[in-house]
């Protein structure tokens, strides 16, 4: 009787999936599972933080948001003191002469524009309001030169409404690097925020983001290895 022979071929070795580290983990979780983490972070990282533009009034912050547009919140609380006391209501600004309204604000960029628009809004709030600035997100949106986004500004912290989430371009960059969203368009990127997060959390959560955005999750290089989300950040390279 024959013995069989062994056969010559080596056996495949057995793949081992090796299961991804928890640091990895916890990048790929779905945004929903990272959400909570990353707003307790950030509020840790950042207990300071508020709106940037210096005002004492809903007028005042709007007639600032107005003139954040393209330029430094800086540089906007350089040019509001006088511009406040030059023009102290709705009324005053809605009777300003363009050439003079111009001069004075001429360093924050796109002064024509915004010119137009501040005396625009001016005109409708004294108008349409009995000179009070209103307190709703159609109404608001409805002035001259005034938007979704700056509509929140004023909601958020004027009159501390929730109504929807600040989306500038530090808080469109965080969110995408962050992966709570996919979209580049500020409307869509609210609306994907807006879900994750609790709504008395979404006016200090533009202001959470946008500090991040400005000290460590920058534009040209972000200094991940000093983040305290990169175990949470997909687009991390630490």
């Known amino acids: ?14 793949t081992v999936r090796k299961q991804p580290s928890r640091r990895l983990a916890s990048r790929r979780a779905p945004a ?31 007639v600032a ?13 350089m040019v509001t003191p006088a511009l406040f006391r030059r023009y102290a209501t709705p009324e005053a600004l809605a009777a300003a002469k363009l050439e003079e ?21 001016a005109t409708a709030i004294a108008e349409r309001h009995g000179g009070v600035v209103p307190s709703e997100m159609p109404l608001l949106v409805d002035l001259p030169g005034v938007g979704r986004k700056t509509a929140n500004v004023i909601l958020g912290n004027a009159f501390d409404r929730n109504e929807g989430i600040v989306v500038d371009t530090h ?10 969203t996919a979209n580049s368009d500020a409307v869509k990127i609210e609306q994907d925020l807006m879900p994750l997060f609790p709504r008395d959390q979404w006016t200090l959560l533009a202001h959470l983001l946008i500090e991040h955005g ?11 290895e000093e983040c305290p989300l990169s175990d949470l950040c997909p687009s991390s390279r630490v």
């Open 32 to 62: 929903s599972r990272r959400a909570p983490e990353i707003f307790a972070r950030l509020r840790a990282r950042y207990p300071d933080a508020h709106c940037a533009l210096d005002f004492e009034s809903p007028f005042q912050l709007l």
């Open 65 to 77: 948001t107005i003139l954040s547009a393209q330029c430094t919140d800086k540089r906007v609380n």
């Open 214 to 224: 400005r000290q460590i999750c920058v534009a040209r290089t972000p200094k991940c």
């Open 171 to 180: 808080v469109t960059r965080v969110s995408q690097r962050l992966a709570l």
């Open 1 to 14: 009787m024959r013995n069989k022979r062994k056969s010559s071929r080596p056996s495949k070795p057995r």
């Open 101 to 121: 309204l111009e001069e004075m604000i001429k360093s924050t960029g796109f002064f024509r524009n915004k010119s137009r628009s501040l005396v625009g809004m």
